[in-house]
């Protein structure tokens, strides 16, 4: 790899020998692997036969080339979760939405363009429930000749949520990169009679905040700071779901680990089990994400838009489709769907982004309403069964370039209340108000944070609540906001089209 600014070739298999060909071929292969687990084998779709995937080690402004080999039985894209491929939308990702799926034998190219990200983030597939195991982390260093805004830690752990043993030693600090490789849930984590200290989110640093137990969304990632300084022994490291929608079956299982010191010591036979907050505290969630603070540093400034002029109000909804023979798993069997602004995205057969370049009617639509179609009360108990029937349609919002927007993100209780994991794609934005209830427009505005807020490229908007988020629109493209939801056809999915009336230089 390079210093900040320079090309990576990434190695993780290499082919041909590179001899006399103009340089190394650098090959991810897609392909079913056997898996075992829990004395059970099964084929897996991975990367180079090895799940989790392998990790990308760069360093900040990079530019990274990797090549794709479909070896599967299905289509399949690559998501570089978090990067914000400035003016270079054609890789990032998303089939049909910025390019076309990798279909079964054929190879695609794809450029990943690093720019103010610095931390951890990851990549994974983009095609229905691939990412399940098509997955792995990056890992971004500050550029060459610069340091963390942190005292350099001993050793750094990738963590994608999974089991795994770690040894420390006594009186070393290990730099946790923490990374929610989940479908859909958030995630409690936490340590045994050990405390984290938070330095970092989504590849930007933070104030660094003592906490108990880490929340984190799916797709979410963490830099937590563990000091080894506990008794010698053994000590347990536990995530568990976090699930706040009454009377749905959901994983209750509490997924665990070995921290282990290093040197000869007594060991109890059983080590300490760590404390979690209870399945459904929506409080605990909203409490660790409500303290999380943008570093605000002179070599990492906060530049929150102070003057908007782009307001927009999404609700965010679980909804309900009719479904043959009533024989689907949502309510009265129906199926599940999910709406923003009571729209339930439909999937082109071509991707938005090249049909706008190459001025193909009928593929989408320019008309996403700015605000909800349907006012009510969003957050009530109960609510008439005649709002959950969303409108299918392949419509984008249209963004100026360089506008200042901010999106206050309402979640509803239709079919039933939940928190909403959201995650935009080209952008990272700032976290400036959270609430429970209906947001007020003139009220809620008045306690925003606009001085230190977090700077994330994934959010959760709580349960029966809302969140605001602001953002310069200074990435031109089609860039997907989606939900932590499913891969079905109608799903929550919006496009923001940031239109550019001159070409950028």
Not at 6 to 25: H, L
Not at 366 to 372: K, L, T
Not at 396 to 419: H, R
Request: glycine share 8%.
């Amino acid at each position: 790899m390079s210093g900040g600014g320079g090309v990576v070739v990434v190695q993780w298999w290499r082919c041909g020998g590179g001899g006399g060909g103009g340089g190394v071929v650098v090959v991810v292969a897609v392909k079913e692997t056997p898996y075992t687990r829990l004395c059970s084998t099964k084929k897996i779709l991975t990367i180079n036969g090895k799940f989790p995937g392998p990790t990308l080690y760069v360093h900040k402004g990079d530019t990274v080339i990797v090549d794709v080999y479909n070896k599967g039985k299905e289509n399949i894209t690559i998501h570089w979760h978090g990067v914000k491929q400035p003016k270079y939308p054609w890789t990032d990702g998303p089939e049909y939405i910025t390019q076309c799926p990798v279909k079964p034998g054929a190879k695609f190219s794809q450029k990943i363009v690093l720019s103010t990200e610095e931390g951890t983030l990851w990549w994974h597939a983009h095609s229905d429930w691939s990412r399940a195991t098509v997955h792995g982390a990056i890992i971004i260093y500050p550029k060459k000749g610069s340091g963390y805004p942190f005292p350099k830690p001993h050793a750094e752990v990738p963590i994608i949520l999974d089991t795994f043993k770690l040894m420390v030693d006594h009186g070393k600090t290990y730099l946790l990169r923490l990374i929610n490789a989940g479908m859909s849930e958030i995630m409690f984590f936490t340590i045994a009679k050990h405390q984290l200290t938070v330095v970092g989110t989504d590849a930007s640093y933070t104030k660094p905040l003592k906490a108990n137990y880490i929340a984190i969304s799916p797709g979410q990632t963490i830099d937590a700071l563990l000091q080894a300084n506990q008794p010698r022994g053994r000590y347990y490291m536990a995530a568990r779901v976090y699930f706040s929608v009454a009377g749905v079956p959901y994983d209750n299982n509490t997924t665990t680990t070995i921290i282990q010191y290093k040197r000869n010591y007594t060991s109890s036979s059983s080590p300490p089990l760590p404390s979690l907050p209870h399945y459904n505290d929506t409080n605990a969630s909203v409490s660790f994400t409500g303290r999380l603070r943008s570093l605000r540093s002179e070599e990492h400034p906060v530049n929150v838009p102070l003057n908007i002029s782009t307001k927009l109000i999404f609700t965010i909804s679980v909804n309900s489709l009719p479904c043959a023979y009533n024989l689907c798993k949502g309510p009265n069997g129906t199926r599940f769907s999910a709406s923003v602004n009571n729209i339930s995205f439909v999937s082109p057969s071509i991707d938005i982004l090249q049909a706008y370049y190459k001025h193909i009617n009928g593929v989408y639509g320019a008309n996403f309403p700015s605000y909800p179609p349907l006012v009510f009360n969003y957050t009530a108990d109960y609510l008439p069964l005649e709002l959950e029937l969303p409108q299918n349609a392949t419509e984008v919002k249209v963004l100026e370039y360089n506008s200042t927007v901010e999106i206050v993100l309402q979640g509803t209780n239709l079919v039933a209340g939940s928190d909403h994991p959201l995650h935009l794609h080209g952008y990272s934005f700032y976290v400036v108000g959270w609430g429970f209830g209906n947001f007020d427009k003139d009220k809620d505005p008045l306690g925003y944070n606009l001085v230190d807020p977090p700077l994330q490229n994934t959010i959760a908007v709580p349960t029966s609540g809302w969140a605001a988020i602001s953002f310069k629109a200074n990435n031109p493209g089609m860039f997907l906001q989606r939900r932590y939801f499913s891969k079905d056809k109608y799903s929550l999915r919006l496009i923001l089209f940031v239109h550019v009336s001159i070409e950028p230089s």
